[in-house]
């Protein structure tokens, strides 16, 4: 990877092609715009969130790019990892030198009810039917959760304390300030037993990073996809997601590491008990583990294996399309030494990121480190 | 009490999973030949939920249930009329587009 840049989370008043634009430019200013033949842009619901489609062309005529190759890429909240593992696999199949890979949402501007309707597209129709929202379905996942391991629903309040404890030091988090476990519980009630500030927002962003054929400190070492079930009802397992499990076990042969060897991760926690879901299906810890390691301090930027540094998308905020690859661009500044005031205690070899697409029905982990040094 | 078979699923003829009618293959095996099946509406909640904002518009919150009918099938049921607690033995019905939990029987004089 040759650079990265990551915008402003939040509610922005530029439009999506603005966002990419002006990622892009930053990402292509530190390469001292050398050419890109491959333009891959990621991006969820573009045409309802943002009225505007066609995101490759009018993201190449704004920067200025000729490519050769140029890709729209979609897989829900998943997107901009999909995009990031699509320019990759190009890459490594020789068809370009030099890929950017954009991903951005637009969402603000609509009411919570339009942005709620509008992500709940990603579901299965037959839960469409029954009124069913993201929120709700991760509820119910929760509940499974509590039920399943006897959980204690306190992991989830921690996982939300430390990850808007760590968006304190992200210049680009939409909530930069901590909160307490008692306004975590008081928040109002979304759908039992998740309540508002386990639940993800509503965010305008986008990140961007120029991949190289190449090694470097974060190079990519594996790339891992997974498909559960696309409706809820269907799958066998309601208390982990199969798709995560899939996708690492998937980027953990690619990369031919274990999990004993990953440094630290970015997953997904759109909503707080996903992550706990997440840090298992990865096999960092043991199904049911999970809470404990958020409770004493395990995860935290200075435990045995920090989860989120950069707030997650709990504390960074939730640009639907973004925030799988906002996951990779804070993997990658990490193992690069550029993550500045979110640099982990010690500078860490391989991170993992993760992304949830849908209600976990297409999910992504990508392994990122040095190539040079590892056993061939 | 048994209850008599109403909600209508559909059965593989190969594996003989029962899964809710749908358009397309059967999800466990790929299978062209399904036929419908009516099965016993009787099942036991997983997990249930009150939905506090959208879609649900005005006072009432939304509430929809998780729910295993006998022989696996599982069901995303409205719930029309209260929670159900976890566990809670329910019937279901197919309404238009959707399923319902039914009301529960009125007591009989």
């Known amino acids: 990877m040759a650079a990265v840049a990551v915008g402003r989370v939040g509610k922005r008043p530029e439009g999506l092609v603005d966002l990419l634009a002006e990622v892009g430019e930053s990402a292509l200013e530190a ?42 890429v979609e897989a829900a909240s998943a997107s901009g990892a999909a995009a990031f593992q699509a320019a990759a696999f ?13 991903a951005g949402e637009k969402m603000t501007g609509h009411t919570t009810a339009e942005v709620t309707r509008i992500l709940a597209r990603s579901l299965h129709p037959s839960e469409q039917a029954a009124g069913a929202t993201m929120p709700a379905l991760a509820s119910l996942v929760a509940q499974r959760y509590l039920d399943r391991y006897g ?47 386990h639940c993800a927002a509503i965010s305008d962003g986008a990140a961007a990073v120029v991949l190289e054929r190449g090694d470097g400190p974060a190079a990519v070492l594996g790339l891992g996809q997974g498909f559960d079930a696309f409706a809820l009802v269907d799958r066998t397992e309601l ?87 906002l996951a990779i661009a804070e993997v990658a500044r990490q193992l690069r030494g550029e993550a500045g005031p979110l640099a982990l205690p010690d500078r860490p070899a391989v991170g993992l990121a993760h992304s949830i697409g849908g209600l976990a029905s297409h999910n992504f982990v990508t392994l990122l480190g040095a190539l040079a040094g590892r056993e061939p | 009490m048994t209850v008599a078979p109403s909600f209508r699923v559909l059965r593989c003829a190969s594996c ?53 009918l006998s022989g696996g099938v599982r069901v995303l049921a409205v719930a029309p009329g209260r929670l159900p607690a976890l566990g809670e033995t329910v019937e279901v019905a197919a309404v238009g587009d959707h399923v319902e939990l039914r009301s529960e029987p009125e007591t009989s004089g």
């Open chain 1, 31 to 72: 390469i001292g715009r050398k050419p890109i033949d491959l333009l891959v842009v990621g991006t969820m619901a573009a045409g309802p969130l943002a009225a505007v489609e066609s995101v490759v062309p009018a993201s190449a005529e704004r920067l200025g790019l000729d490519p050769a190759l140029g890709w729209r």
């Open chain 1, 90 to 102: 190009e890459l490594l199949a020789g068809r370009a030198e030099r890929a950017l890979v954009l």
């Open chain 1, 151 to 197: 959980a204690d629903p306190a992991s989830f309040d921690a996982v939300t304390v430390q990850f808007r404890q760590s968006a304190r030091g992200n210049p680009n988090a939409q909530f930069p300030t901590p909160v307490s476990r008692e306004e975590v519980v008081r928040s109002r009630m979304v759908a039992a037993p998740l309540h508002l500030l």
């Open chain 1, 239 to 325: 208390a982990s997601f199969r798709a995560t499990r899939l996708a690492a076990q998937r980027a953990y042969e690619m990369a031919r590491i274990t999990r004993k060897e990953v440094d630290f991760a970015e997953l997904h926690d759109a909503f707080a008990p996903f992550a706990l879901i997440d840090l298992e299906d990865v096999g960092i810890c043991g199904g049911g583990e999970a809470g404990r390691w958020f409770l004493d301090g395990s995860t935290a930027p200075e435990g045995k294996f920090p989860v989120n540094p950069s707030g997650g998308i709990l504390g960074r905020g939730h640009p639907v399309g973004a925030s799988g690859l």
């Open chain 2, 16 to 68: 003989h999973v029962h899964f809710l009618p749908r358009p397309g293959l059967c999800p466990k095996c790929g299978s062209r030949s399904v036929r419908p099946e009516l099965i016993s509406p009787a099942g036991r909640v997983l997990a249930a939920t009150e939905l506090h904002g959208p879609p649900a518009e005005g006072a009432a919150p939304h509430r929809i249930a998780l729910v295993e």
